[in-house]
């Protein structure tokens, strides 16, 4: 059963970092591009960035020059570096990437469970 698990948030105050962790497990043939998305309470989910297998990365404007995405392609991982966070950042941040779990079947999409991220004084 493959699975994203997602660790890392929490409430931190305007100014400051957190970093998220989502590490893909089970049986894995190959992982595809590798993004965060977040959904803030009444919004639609948005992507924040993702980043494929080449190390290539794509921001979202409101993460460029602040958030710092990163993949860890041994270890089937990814994280998102947040810093100089706003009170705008403050949303259930999920990670998601394509999985392919056999080399004969199409690839899947998956998602974590979600990690609250709160920014406030």
């Known amino acids: 059963q493959v699975q994203l698990v997602e660790w890392g948030g929490g409430l931190v105050q305007p100014g400051g970092s957190l970093t998220l962790s989502c590490a893909a497990t089970g049986v894995i043939f190959s992982i595809g591009p590798m993004a965060w998305y977040r959904q803030a309470p009444g919004k639609q989910r948005e992507l924040v960035a993702q980043?494929?297998?080449?190390?290539?990365?794509h921001y979202a404007d409101s993460a460029k020059g602040r958030f710092t995405i990163s993949r860890d392609n041994a270890k089937d991982t990814v994280a998102l570096q947040m810093d100089s966070l706003k009170p705008e950042d403050t949303a259930v941040y999920y990670c998601n990437t394509m999985i392919i779990t056999n080399p004969t079947m199409m690839g899947r999409d998956y998602w974590g469970q979600g990690t609250q991220v709160t920014v406030s004084s």
């Open positions: 980043i494929l297998f080449s190390g290539t990365t």
